[in-house]
């Protein structure tokens, strides 16, 4: 089904929509504000009872495994923590600060490497959720996420 199908069945014209979100970004970024803002609760919410090395994995496997049901997002997301000016910018900038914050934690406890900062894991997120995006390398995304989530914490396996 192509866009137009799509804005007929809504009962929604071109006009109509792009009065609303004049840019691909800005209708993304209505899309995605939800899940975003669901993955930054969690990461709050994992804070709390969670030991910390165990509760960044589980933030990190959740925010993968969400980044990897929005193809192609990945790239969005990347290119939009650096442009201030992009609708999706605070909302990678909430979610890139609430892992930052789970990492944090986990390293002061000693549970997490200490040569990593928030940047580094939304670039580990990105990349393992591009993995589920190809094809070829699907198969191989949740044997790989371990991997990665194994060399985040120190002297444990997830």
Known sequence: ???????????????????????REALLEALLRTGF???TARAAELEAPEAPGEALV??????TAWTTEYR????????AIDDPGSALHASCVALRAAGARLLTR?????????DLDGTDLFAL??????LGDQPALAPRADRLF???AGALLTGATP
């Open 1 to 23: 089904m192509d866009a137009d199908e799509h804005l007929r069945r809504a009962g929604v014209g071109l006009a109509t929509l792009l009065r609303h979100f004049p840019t």
């Open 37 to 39: 803002e669901e993955l």
């Open 58 to 63: 589980t933030w990190v496997r959740e925010c």
């Open 106 to 114: 986990a390293q002061e406890a000693g549970a997490a490497r200490t």
């Open 146 to 148: 371990g991997v990665v």
């Open 72 to 79: 192609g997002v990945t790239v969005l997301m990347a290119a």
């Open 125 to 130: 997120v990105a990349a393992v959720a591009w």
